[in-house]
Each structure stands twice: as structure tokens, then as C-alpha cells.
């Protein structure tokens, strides 16, 4: 998935492979705990790279592909990944999304960051002050109407993905639901897709009776 790791990397993935992969002629009944601590020694790079958070087809696909031949079935790849606190991982953890993906998620995830990187996307850019002069309209005695505030830009599961960097439209879209429980940013479902805006209803403190 190019999304998910750069070329470059993709190839030094290729290239290096796992030596030693574990299998069941050489783990017998210790196999599923065996691959679940190779499982979490090949991770460290791509979740370093993704921000702690990757989909299980993604791990199935590199894994699998480091592996060479000796492939590991769905099934294998689950049940490992169910037993990292038993292998002795305490830095990774299998997780649901609310969509019903399993994830693997690492240390390196931080819904805090993530939050407050959506926030700043969201944010508009404000246009600079028009200098006052003698007979520009701000030195009137007339009352002005206050100038509406900027809705600022949409963020769709797309743009956050590309943005983040190594991180699938899924997991992306995951993120922006989990923004929008935290009150960070509103959807807005039309004719063009789901789109995220900022919440200017708490960022403003505005009264949502007041608003037309």
C-alpha cells in the first residue's frame, strides 16, 4: 500500500526479509506464542512509520511478504497478535475501531496528538488586518457590523491521510471519528461526501439558538 510505507522502505522490507522465520515444524506447540514475539520484533519499523496504529490486512501483507515463503494464514496472524501480553509484549495491544477493523496499535499512538494535528488542519488561515487609515471605514463613528467568522477548510478521511503520511484512509477516517467525539470538529454529510470542519460551536462559544 503506498499510503501505508514509501518506496524506499518497500524495498528494504523486500530486501531484508526475515532470516528465521518461525514455523510450526520449528516451534511444535509453541508456535503461536513464537510468531507472536517475531510478530512484534517486525513491527517496530512500520508502526514507527504510521504512527502506532496499523490494520491487520496491512500487518497480514508485510509480514507475509518479509516472510517469503513460508506464509502464515489469517487465522495464525490473529491468534498471534491476540497473544502479545502472554509472549511478554506489553507495548502492543490488538484493538477494535469503532468500524469493526482490528488494528494493531504501539506506543506511538497518542489520540491527543492526533486530535490537536486535525485541530490545526481545521483551523483557517487568518487574512491579515487591513491598516486603519484616515478614511478607511474602521475610523467612522458608525457602528460595524462584526464580520462573520470563517468556517475554515473541510478535512475528508483523504486529505487526512495524506497529510498524517503513512497512514491508510481507514485508519484516517477512524481518527476523524474519534476527533469528533472529543468535540474537536463537526461532519457535514452532502452532496460532495462526508467532510470534517472545525467545531467553531465550542471554539467560538457560540450559542447554537443564535445561529441561522
Known amino acids: 500500500d503506498p499510503l501505508l510505507l ?6 528494504q522490507l523486500i530486501a531484508l526479509g526475515i532470516s528465521s522465520p518461525v514455523t510450526r515444524e520449528t ?3 509453541r508456535y ?5 514475539r517475531q510478530l512484534a520484533d517486525f513491527l517496530a519499523a512500520p508502526l514507527q512509520r ?16 518479509a516472510r517469503g ?5 489469517p487465522d495464525d496472524l490473529l491468534q498471534a497478535a491476540k497473544l502479545f ?9 490488538l484493538r477494535t475501531l469503532r468500524s469493526g477493523v482490528l488494528v494493531i496499535q504501539g506506543p506511538q499512538h497518542s489520540e491527543e ?6 485541530a490545526q488542519l481545521t483551523t483557517p488561515s487568518q487574512p491579515p488586518a487591513s491598516p486603519a487609515g484616515p478614511n478607511s471605514p474602521s475610523s467612522s463613528p458608525q457602528p460595524q457590523r462584526p464580520s462573520p467568522l470563517p468556517l ?13 503520511g503513512g497512514v491508510t484512509v481507514t485508519i484516517a477516517a477512524e481518527h476523524l471519528l474519534t476527533a469528533e467525539a472529543r468535540g474537536v470538529v463537526c461532519r457535514d454529510d452532502g452532496p460532495e461526501g462526508l467532510r470534517f470542519y472545525r467545531n467553531f460551536f465550542l471554539q467560538d462559544s457560540l450559542d447554537v439558538r443564535t445561529v441561522v
Open 6 to 11: 514509501d518506496f524506499e522502505t518497500q524495498q
Open 27 to 29: 516451534a511444535g506447540a
Open 32 to 36: 503461536h506464542l513464537e510468531l507472536s
Open 50 to 65: 504510521c504512527g502506532g496504529l496499523i490494520s491487520l490486512p496491512d500487518v497480514y501483507c508485510l509480514f507475509n511478504r
Open 69 to 73: 515463503t513460508e506464509l502464515v494464514s
Open 85 to 93: 501480553a502472554r509472549a511478554g509484549v506489553t507495548a502492543l495491544r
Open 113 to 118: 496528538q492526533v486530535c490537536a494535528k486535525i
Open 152 to 164: 475554515g477548510p473541510g478535512l475528508t478521511a483523504g486529505d487526512l491521510a495524506l497529510a498524517l
